[in-house]
Structures are given as C-alpha cells and as structure tokens.
C-alpha cells in the first residue's frame, strides 16, 4: 500500500501571496496524482490531474508540479476563496487509491 | 451536466444494516468508474472502493472487506454501498464518486453531495 504524506499540516499564508503545498508518495506513483480542495459542508473538487493537468474551470492560479514521488501545488495568489483543505491522492497503485492526510490552508 | 445524486442522512444502531445510494446522470452510466470515498469528522478523506457498471468489476480498498459491499443496477444508473451489521466505526460522511478512465483508473472528476451515516446505540 502507497503512503502519501503531505506537508505542513497547516499552512498559513496572506491574501496575495504564493502558497506551496507537498505531497510526498512511499514509492513512484509516476504522475499518477490529483490535488483537491475541500471546504467544509461542500464536497472536495478536483484542482490538478496527472500531476500538472488543470481540471476543468480551474484558475490559472493553481499549478501542480512534480512525478515519481515528489509532488507540489502551487496557488500563485491567493484569493479568499482559496483557503480551505488541499488533499493530494494517488490512482497508480491499487488498493487503495490512497490520499494524504491533508493540508490546512489558512489566512496569516 | 454530470451529477452524482446521493440518498439522504441515516441514522442506526450498531448491528443494523444498511443500503445507500446514488444515482448518477448526465453521462453513459457503464462508461465509468463509480464508487465511494469517506470522511470522518476530524480526519481526512479515505478512498474506499469503485465498480464498473458495465461488467460489475470491483477495485476495493482494505476497509471495504466481509460486511460492506459496493454494487450497481445499470438499469437505474445507481450505486450502492451496503453494510450487513454497522459498527459505531462506520460513522462518517460518505462521497459518491465518478473516476476518469476505464482501463486505467484516473482521477476523481464528480462528487456527489455526500451521505451522513451515524451509527449509535
């Protein structure tokens, strides 16, 4: 089973500026990786397929990066809109389709 | 549009069963993948399992094993999961999801609404 582990936990950043989140796999998953955003009393919504593929109606803003087990999305300025939960999962390896834990995106 | 309608909240006691649903449409329902994804309150998200309409194949997580079940009637273009005897453990939000790809599973594309199930004595 593929661990993935995000990083911060909690991410503190101001209006305006660069947010960097990580996501980290226990082994390859190639690009086989998604980012979501999730905010409370909604369901998540897909930002980032195939690691750097904006889904659908995403703002240029959002960026993915990364392949094999080093990942990163990148919100370049944010907007009030975008504080809120970030999963990363992987849809390499099954079982599962494992997510990370998850990174808080807060306003500074 | 593509929508994922989920049945509504639930509330059992341990050892009852139960059957949620969801109902897909907007796109060709044996076309895709279709499953599940749960968040308990507090914790993230943990990916539980999917079938495929058109064949009834089934990709499941280790959560997903013995008393819960993921099945889907094609004539009605609706998935279901289903628990033979819930535990307080299965409390927890409970996402219909559409994944990209066929051969080759992609990523979550639609989400339903979400079902609460609550299990407590």
């Known amino acids: 089973e593929i661990v993935m582990t995000q990083s911060p936990a909690t991410l503190s950043v101001s209006p305006g500026e660069r947010a960097t989140l990580s996501c980290r796999a226990s082994?390859?998953?190639?690009?086989?990786l998604a980012w979501y955003q999730h905010k409370p009393g909604q369901a998540p919504r897909l930002l980032i397929y195939?690691?750097?593929t904006r889904a659908t109606g995403i703002p240029a803003r959002f960026s993915g990066s990364g392949s094999g087990t080093e990942f990163t999305l990148t919100i370049s300025s944010l907007q009030s809109e975008d504080f809120a939960l970030y999963y990363c999962?992987?849809?390499?390896?099954?079982?599962?389709?494992?997510f990370g834990q998850g990174t808080k995106l807060e306003i500074k | 549009e593509v929508q994922l309608v989920q049945s509504g909240a639930e509330l059992k006691k341990p050892g009852e069963s139960l059957k949620i649903s969801c109902q897909a449409s907007?796109?060709?329902?044996?076309?895709?993948?279709i499953g599940w994804v749960r968040q308990v309150p507090g914790k993230g998200l943990e990916w539980l399992g999917i079938?495929?309409?058109?064949?009834?194949?089934?990709k499941h997580g280790p959560s997903l094993q013995g008393r819960v079940t993921i099945s889907a009637d094609k004539s009605t273009s609706t998935a279901y999961l289903h628990w033979s005897s819930l535990e307080a453990s299965d409390s927890g939000i409970y996402y219909c999801?559409?994944?990209?790809?066929?051969?080759?599973?992609?990523?979550?594309?639609?989400w339903g609404g979400g079902t609460t199930v609550t299990v407590s004595s």
């Open positions: 999801v559409r994944h990209l790809g066929r051969i080759q599973v992609g990523a979550i594309d639609v």
């Open positions: 999962q992987q849809y390499n390896n099954w079982p599962p389709y494992n």
């Open positions: 907007g796109y060709t329902f044996t076309s895709s993948w």
């Open positions: 195939g690691a750097s």
């Open positions: 079938i495929y309409p058109a064949d009834s194949g089934i």
């Open positions: 082994q390859s998953v190639g690009i086989n």
